[in-house]
C-alpha cells in the first residue's frame, strides 16, 4: 500500500512543480512538495494508510488553515478523518 501511496503523492507533486513553474513571469507560485520523510511522518503520525485518508488529510490540513483564517481561531475539535477529501472541500468552499 505505502508504493501505492508514494505513487500518488509523487503524482500530485509533480503537478505541483508544473504549476508553480508555469507562473507568469515576475509572480511567484508556492506549493506543497513533500518528500518521503514527510509523507513517512505523515503516515505515523496522522494514521494514513490509504489514497484515500491522505486526500482527506492534505483536504483538512486546508480547511483548518482558512477556518483559522476566516474564524479566528483554529477548528481544534475536527480531525481528519472526521470526513472525506470530498467533504473537507465542501466545508472549505462554505467558508
Do not use: C
Not at 58 to 79: C, H, L, M, V
Amino acid at each position: 500500500m505505502k508504493e501505492q501511496l508514494l505513487d500518488h503523492i509523487n503524482k500530485q507533486n509533480e503537478k505541483a512543480q508544473a504549476w508553480m513553474e508555469a507562473a507568469p513571469a515576475g509572480s511567484f507560485r508556492g506549493a506543497p512538495i513533500y518528500s518521503e520523510q514527510m509523507i513517512d511522518d505523515a503516515i505515523e503520525y496522522n494514521g494514513v494508510s490509504s489514497i484515500e485518508d491522505w486526500d482527506a488529510l492534505q483536504a483538512w490540513n486546508e480547511y483548518y488553515d482558512a477556518f483559522k483564517d476566516e474564524e479566528g481561531i483554529s477548528p481544534r475539535w475536527t480531525k481528519w478523518s472526521d470526513r472525506t477529501a470530498s467533504e473537507w472541500e465542501t466545508l472549505t468552499k462554505e467558508l
